[in-house]
């Protein structure tokens, strides 16, 4: 696929372009500088095709991540086709903006000068200091008033290298979202499983500030890995608010979440995460981090600890791995498989109602004034989570203990339980 990579300064409206390019809300963007520090990657649709946008961390910073972020550009920019130099259109050109060009021109890739923030179209007169950068005429830009996108969509096709169209439709990968507390090891894990350090890792909590999409293929297998923000009880800023946000979205949009834990802080934030991803019908994967730094005589006594403090999450697999040492980073990707299987699961109807059957007969059906509750069929017409629905006589009569009951058998009889599923009851008017 095409690689376009979006370059500047800091708060030139980066993440804004790049937002407006893919239409949707994807990157945290707030007006302060420095919110993007490592790379983030979406896919653009045109009629004229489809290229990866990549979304980069503001060079020239002047602060403590300026090193860092300039490495993860470098990075970005070693296969990139096309650069988008993104310049404030409505400021006066910085030294930090004739360094990204020199650090361009040195680069050798074709760059896409283009001015951003002009709101109005009498604000282009304004435009000639650009010619300065030494890039030609420059493209102005809104992204609030998604000006001048269609003729930026048209020059970077210009740029791009005509390619013959493939063969195969690209596969959609598996997401695996991957989140938990700040500091639980979520980046440190990323970079293990990719073999480079693709995301900054610092000691410092609250470091990744927004979630992180990135393509890999694991045994044939192709995943999308979305490094997220770290989820603390309270956020101390709006733009982690936002980065918060962002990753509470990036569960939703997941088919496996990834809930990454410190062994040695755990707490209700690790439920919430949990049944959250669960309510969003989303199957959770517990993957224990840092355990290198659990010494082997005390292993038996923190796993005893974990399931004390997770006993409400039980019946959710776990993999204990480490950064450190790659312990167990395979045994992470067959289990996603696994549990997106086993999320869509479809039962056959038959079979559904044969144990319907069965399950009738081991207990007591509820009954209200005489009148039994009846199930005259059951059905399963959805998956991812999957949901069954009971048409019975009157949906009223099922009781909190009798729809527990149905549960804990899909879990058991048809395997279900590390998933979440759903049960509707309706009442027989309704059958069709």
Known sequence: MHKVVIVGRPNVGKSSLFNRLLGKRSAVVA????????????????EKGRFLLVDTGGLWSGDRWEKKIQEKVDQALEDAEVVLFAVDGRSELTQADYEVAEYLRKKGKPVILVATKVDDPKHEH?????????????????????????ELLEAIWEKLPVRHIESEPEVAGIRLAIVGRPNAGKSSLLNAILGEERVIVSEEPGTT????????????QPFILVDTAGIRKRPETLVEELAIRRSLKAIEEADVVLLVIDPFQVGDRELKLANHAMEKGKPVLLVITKWDLVRKEEAPKVRRELKEKLAHLEHLPRVYTSAFTKQNLDKIFSEAVRLFELN???????????????????????????KPLKIFYATQPEVAPPTFVFFVNYPEFVTRAFEN???????????????????VFRGRREES
Do not use: C, M
């Open 31 to 46: 007006d302060v500088p420095g919110v993007t520090r490592d790379l983030k990657e979406g896919v653009v649709e045109s």
């Open 126 to 150: 304004y435009l000639g200091p650009l010619y300065a950068l030494g890039f030609g005429d420059p493209i102005p830009t809104s992204s609030e008033h998604a000006r001048g996108l269609g």
């Open 209 to 220: 500030r927004d979630a992180i999409d990135v393509r890999f293929t694991f045994r044939g």
């Open 344 to 370: 869509h699961t479809r039962i056959p109807t038959a079979e559904l109602n044969r144990w319907v059957s069965v399950w009738t007969t081991k207990v007591q059906l509820p009954n209200f004034k005489g």
């Open 405 to 423: 009951y149905l549960k804990n058998r899909i879990g058991e009889d048809l395997g279900l339980k590390e998933v979440p599923f759903r049960l």
